[in-house]
T-cell receptor
Framework: GQQVMQIPQYQHVQEGEDFTTYCNSS?????IQWYKQRPGGHPVFLIQ?????EVKKQKRLTFQFGEAKKNSSLHITATQTTDVGTYFC???????FGRGTSLIVHP | DAGITQSPRHKVTETGTPVTLRCHQT?????MYWYRQDPGHGLRLIHY???????DKGEVSDGYSVSRSKTEDFLLTLESATSSQTSVYFC???????????FGPGTRLTVT
């Protein structure tokens, strides 16, 4: 599968601060998906981006797909303790998840 | 949640013994996957299946085999378990054009 690098690996924020994680690929992606895994849980599908430059929102979460379809980002506005977890961005139809970005929110 | 279950949910076994983990789905999805998740390594693909009796290797397939004789079941076998295979194992399914995956609850395997 296509290798997608994700940064940062860990991010500590105070509740109410914004958070962004980035995914970068050396090759063009046909699509990119985002998943969230709560501590002790299983990954849960959040969204899929397919079109160049696509932007999708889910409440406080904003997902973007780059114009060249080689990068993507997830931005969370005003984090809450319920946002704690690891976020993954696999690409390719046979996804490789990697380590993801672990978000820690301090109340 | 999608209809996907894993059994057993927890297992402790000794080094050298064979172990089989089962993934069962009720969604009639074409694709099924086995992952392992370890601290520091993230989520890694072991094997996947794209149809009955059609399987392929993932990133970390050594020491594992799989079988899929029915659409709904995907078995992961450790022929001779080793301590390095202590991990949490997730099964996932996907179908349709989007390939979004739905994960099972996971199996925690400890090899002593």
């Amino acid at each position: 599968g296509q290798q997608v690098m994700q940064i940062p690996q860990y991010q500590h924020v105070q509740e109410g601060e914004d958070f962004t994680t980035y995914c970068n690929s050396s090759t063009t992606l046909s699509n990119i998906q985002w998943y969230k895994q709560r501590p002790g849980g299983h990954p849960v599908f959040l969204i899929q981006l397919v079109k160049s430059g696509e932007v999708k929102k889910q409440k406080r979460l904003t997902f973007q797909f780059g114009e060249a379809k080689k990068n993507s980002s997830l931005h969370i506005t005003a984090t809450q303790t319920t946002d704690v977890g690891t976020y993954f961005c696999p690409g390719s139809y046979i996804p490789t998840f990697g380590r993801g970005t672990s978000l820690i929110v301090h109340p | 949640d999608a209809g996907i279950t894993q059994s057993p949910r927890h297992k402790v076994t000794e080094t050298g013994t064979p172990v089989t983990l089962r993934c069962h789905q009720t969604e009639n999805h074409r694709y099924m996957y086995w992952y392992r998740q370890d601290p520091g390594h993230g989520l890694r693909l072991i094997h996947y299946s794209y149809g009955v009796k059609d399987t392929d290797k993932g990133e970390v397939s050594d020491g594992y085999s799989v079988s899929r004789s029915k659409t709904e079941d995907f078995l992961l076998t450790l022929e001779s378990a080793t301590s390095s295979q202590t991990s949490v194992y997730f099964c996932a399914i996907s179908g349709g054009d989007s390939y979004e995956q739905y994960f099972g609850p996971g199996t925690r395997l400890t090899v002593t």
